[in-house]
């Protein structure tokens, strides 16, 4: 089952094209990277999935509806790990996600029996009381994780999810993404980490100014340009993708 | 725009004032008290009577109005810009099934819900003082509601078009300064030169000091064109508001 379509998919921001005419299909419960430094338009196609930013021209569909005439109905069945913290810096962990079920309407007594899953699950349970600038740079991440599952999503959207994260936090965070991915959950990707696309994504699409050049499983791109993703990006772009 | 997202986040930022308020509740109405004392009691020595009622109760309505003006204008100009650009509080939002309306719907409600607090509080605060000859003062806690509405909206306008959180004090020095001191609260407009008091009728602050200045002296019907003055303008402003906060958060 295809969980996101895109076809001509193309986004301006005033002079600039950030996407450019680019085609895809992610299937239902398959972990899918987009993989590019930055500036190569991954953040802005998550953003057009989530329904953040407008399509300018071409065609997207996420779980078969149009993101323009179901914004509400997509996100509730989504959840968005995003590149930068934005967690609210005014509440504690727990009441970061206790108030953000409510705008997915989940009722409290839901709500707070999942957010202490949750906080099992990131490793954060004695942590609930705490602000979040009390938080190290990884546990605020992991809350961000939990944060994003807090409506049950079917798709879950990860922006970068480990970046600017010590070798163990970063491990961490993969071992829950795996959890997620065998629970059937299709995950979306962002990442420059060569490592993170081979260990965790069916299938990466290599992004470069904008276009797709090249969509395929880590392996097969790997067998058919040799070396590692690092080797096939710079053979396909001409440039390295260390950022 | 559906009522009940929008709710959704007028439920956050209640939720972090709750938690907040002891600080910004108390600064709130120490300021207005001061203005009351300093003008009403200093001043007032020297001005026994304006239209005939002892100075400080000539002023004291005027604080409930000014009070919850700038309530309003703080909530919508630095707390929605904080939230905005800071604390990227409205990105995590807008991954939720609160869509961008329903979002700027709830920082207006917001902001005229804490206008209307502050406003009341004043109320409360002048009433104790036996600075209000009138009950129906009471029936200005709707209206301050309505005028909150119209700050928060010309508030969210600004944060719409500045470039950056310090050209808010061109905001305050320009529009709200003057308008906090020539809308009638120290000075019927009257005695102003013809232009100023002509300038007076097209600003929020004039009308709401009319209807609680009316309200507080118990003769709310002549304050009634105000009531509409302000409901009229909450009415037009709305799509502005809502346009340009809608450039402003989606590229």
């Known amino acids: 089952m295809v969980t996101v379509y895109a076809k001509d998919l193309t986004k301006d921001y005033k002079s600039l094209r950030a996407v450019d005419h680019i085609d895809f299909e992610i299937s239902s419960a398959e972990c899918f990277g987009f993989l590019g430094p930055n500036g190569a338009g991954k953040t802005t196609v998550m953003r057009m999935i989530y329904c953040f930013l407008p399509v300018t021209s071409g065609e997207l569909k996420v779980v078969g509806l149009d993101v323009a005439d179901h914004q509400s109905e997509i996100k509730s069945r989504t959840g968005v790990m995003p590149q930068e913290n934005n967690l609210d810096p005014d509440l504690s962990v727990f009441e970061n996600l206790i108030i953000y079920a409510r705008y997915f309407d989940i009722p409290k007594k839901v709500s707070s029996v999942r957010a202490w899953e949750l906080l099992d699950f990131v490793e954060l349970r004695e942590k609930a009381k705490v602000n979040i600038k009390d938080l190290s740079g990884g546990m605020r991440q992991r809350l961000l994780l939990a944060r994003s599952l807090i409506n049950n999503p079917e798709i879950l959207i990860l922006d970068e999810p480990t970046t600017g994260l010590d070798p163990h936090s970063r491990h961490a965070v993969w071992e829950k993404m795996d959890y997620m991915k065998a629970k059937g959950t299709t995950l979306i990707l962002t990442t420059h980490y060569m490592e993170e696309a081979e260990k965790l994504c069916d299938r990466v699409a290599i992004m470069d100014a904008g276009k797709i050049v090249a969509i395929d499983s880590p392996a097969n791109l790997m067998t058919r340009h040799g070396g590692n993703l690092e080797a096939v990006y710079l053979e396909l772009t001409g440039r390295h993708l260390a950022a | ?251």
């Not at chain 2, 001061?34 to 400080?56: D, R, S």
């Not at chain 2, 700050?151 to 470039?163: G, H, L, Q």
């Not at chain 2, 232009?195 to 600003?203: C, G, H, N, Y």
Request: charged share 10%.
């Open chain 2, 1 to 251: 725009m559906q009522l009940k997202r929008a709710l959704r986040v007028w439920q956050r930022n209640f939720k972090v004032y709750t938690k907040l308020y002891k600080s910004s509740l108390a600064l709130n109405f120490v300021e207005p008290v001061l203005y009351l004392a300093a003008l009403g009691l200093g001043l007032g020595t020297f001005v026994k009577e304006v239209e005939g009622i002892p100075y400080i109760n000539f002023i004291a309505p005027g604080i409930i109005a000014s009070s919850a003006m700038f309530a309003a204008a703080y909530e919508c100009t630095y707390g929605t810009y904080v939230r905005m650009f800071y604390q990227k509080t409205f990105d995590a939002i807008l991954a939720t099934p609160v869509n961008i309306d329903d979002l700027i719907a709830g920082e207006l409600i917001w902001g005229a819900s804490k206008s209307m607090l502050y406003g009341t509080i004043i109320i409360a605060v002048i009433s104790a003082f036996g600075l209000v000859s009138s009950p129906l003062i009471l029936t200005a806690v709707p209206v301050l509601f309505l005028s909150g509405l119209i700050f928060a909206e010309i508030s969210m306008i600004f944060v719409a078009i500045v470039p950056g959180i310090d050209s808010f004090n061109y905001f305050y020095t320009l529009f709200l300064t003057p308008m906090f001191l020539f809308s009638g609260i120290f000075f019927p407009v009257d005695t102003l030169p013809p232009l100023v008091s002509k300038i007076a009728f097209f600003t929020p602050l004039y009308h709401l000091v009319n209807v609680c200045r009316s309200a507080a002296l118990g003769k709310l019907q002549g304050s009634l064109w105000d009531i509409a003055w302000l409901f009229f303008v909450a009415v037009i402003l709305a799509p502005y508001t809502f346009r340009l906060m809608r450039k402003r958060l989606v590229q």
